[in-house]
T-cell receptor, first 115, second 111 residues
Framework: GAVVSQHPSRVICKSGTSVKIECRSL??????MFWYRQFPKQSLMLMAT?????????EQGVEKDKFLINHASLTLSTLTVTSAHPEDSSFYIC???????????FGNGTRLTVT | QKEVEQNSGPLSVPEGAIASLNCTYS??????FFWYRQYSGKSPELIMS????GDKEDGRFTAQLNKASQYVSLLIRDSQPSDSATYLC???????????FGSGTQLTVLP
């Protein structure tokens, strides 16, 4: 089945630093990947749609200069949280489709803690 | 605005009982429906997908879709304590690629 790998699973960083999260599709090519964020006790909120070879599409209210997305290949998308602040502490999850109408498959998520 | 609504619960059922989870959505243009299970601190995992009206069964799980009434439900038969998790309903509208998620229903199966 489809496998989406996300790394790191957990990261702690100091306020003001940047953190990069990688998302890989291991056994399929993903022209589109999605980045979600989930705060405690809340549902998943779509942050942005990552498109291979082109700019990401950000949801309303998500700062594109703060959350940099790069989708340089058909199997890799990265999310960089720049100048992180404690309010950016959250659970970040990437996802991708294996085919156009297939279910969305999720990576294992990255727990970001900004101190 | 397209919305997906779920009763946040918590829903508690005894072991061996049937757990019934419901989800309503706001737009008739939706085409694809999914149920995900999310354990605390983990990412969601797919349980069922359903695309047409009626029932779809997979082991202990049955998804039910009624597009006219705009609801989709998930039944879990012979509930086990390991089924205790948050269940997320997700909808994909028309040709859109992203999913819209409900807020989730927290299920607790009591041994």
């Amino acid at each position: 089945g489809a496998v989406v790998s996300q790394h790191p699973s957990r990261v702690i960083c100091k306020s003001g630093t940047s953190v990069k999260i990688e998302c890989r599709s291991l056994d399929f090519q993903a022209t589109t990947m999605f980045w979600y964020r989930q705060f405690p006790k809340q549902s998943l909120m779509l942050m942005a749609t990552s498109n291979e070879g082109s700019k990401a599409t950000y949801e309303q209210g998500v700062e594109k200069d703060k959350f940099l997305i790069n989708h340089a290949s058909l199997t890799l998308s990265t999310l960089t949280v720049t100048s992180a602040h404690p309010e950016d502490s959250s659970f970040y999850i990437c996802s991708a489709y294996m085919a156009s109408d297939s279910p969305l498959h999720f990576g294992n998520g990255t727990r970001l803690t900004v101190t | 605005q397209k919305e997906v609504e779920q009763n946040s619960g918590p829903l508690s059922v005894p072991e061996g009982a049937i757990a019934s989870l419901n989800c309503t959505y706001s737009d008739r243009g939706s085409q694809s429906f999914f149920w995900y299970r999310q354990y605390s601190g983990k990412s969601p995992e797919l349980i069922m997908s359903i695309y047409s009206n009626g029932d779809k069964e997979d082991g202990r799980f049955t998804a039910q879709l009624n597009k006219a009434s705009q609801y989709v439900s998930l039944l879990i038969r012979d509930s086990q304590p390991s089924d205790s998790a948050t269940y997320l309903c997700a909808v994909r509208w028309g040709s859109a690629r992203q999913l819209t998620f409900g807020s989730g229903t927290q299920l607790t199966v009591l041994p």
